[in-house]
């Protein structure tokens, strides 16, 4: 599970382990991450930690080894800027592709043939709104979860006849602390964009991310779970 030390990623962790999982917790902060492992453990469930900076290769070989036999594979971790393309640097660019794209494709590809050999196996993806809807600014995060909701159709079809089952679950805004100084500024206009209005919580993804997890979703295979209220149209009249 990556990206699990806070926000959505914290909230499925937690999901899971109250449902029987024994989680992997990634994450950079090896304090956040203790406190992740003792509240799943508060609850009666099993998690240890894991550090990894996913922007290097050679970390995320080293996160798979030490994460060991994953029977589910949650890729959550990512990062945004939401600056226009003038204003996005070639490192910065690099970096998302890096974390939010490069990263899942090798802990697939690392993580795969052990549940090809077990026969079973579930991926989930992690992806965002801003990988359909544009916008005048973010366009590098918006590429890097268009490429990942690619790879997870392309996983689907390349895993599914040995037992592994590929959906992604594509997230609208959400309260965490990551994203509180841009909601904050924004809320109101962010609650109006919408059709349930409001903005959702983590443990709404998290729910579903538990689903696809499960053995109640076994013939969704390839599929990508919009999970952000609705869309409003903004026209007058």
């Known amino acids: 599970m990556t990206g699990a030390t806070a926000g959505i990623g914290r909230a499925v962790a937690v999901r899971l382990a ?20 003792s509240a799943i453990a508060e609850r009666g469930g099993r998690a240890r930690f894991v550090a990894a900076d996913l922007s290097s290769a050679e970390e995320v070989e080293r996160l798979a080894a030490e994460a060991g036999e994953v029977d589910i594979l949650v890729n959550n971790a990512g990062v945004y800027e939401l600056v226009s393309t003038p204003s996005t640097s070639a490192s910065s660019f690099d970096r998302h592709v890096a974390i939010n794209t490069r990263a899942p494709f090798q802990l697939v590809k690392a993580l795969t043939p052990g549940m090809i050999q077990r026969g079973h196996g579930v991926i989930v993806n992690v992806s965002s709104t801003g990988a359909t809807m544009v916008a005048p600014v973010g366009a590098a995060y918006g590429a890097s979860k268009a490429a990942l909701e690619s790879l997870t159709r392309y996983w689907a079809t ?27 500024a924004n809320a109101e206009a962010m609650d109006r964009t919408v059709a349930r209005g409001r903005i959702g919580d983590p443990e709404e993804i998290a729910d579903v991310v538990l689903f ?10 390839g599929s990508v779970v919009a999970v952000h209220g609705g869309e409003r149209s903004l026209l007058p009249g």
């Open 18 to 37: 109250e449902h029987g999982a024994e989680v992997v917790v990634h994450g950079r902060d090896a304090h956040r991450g203790g406190e992740v492992v």
């Open 158 to 184: 390349e895993f599914g006849a040995a037992g592994i089952r590929v959906n992604g679950v594509r997230s609208g805004p959400v309260r965490t602390e990551g994203t509180a100084p841009l909601l904050s």
């Open 212 to 221: 696809l997890a499960g053995e109640g979703s076994s013939y969704v295979n």
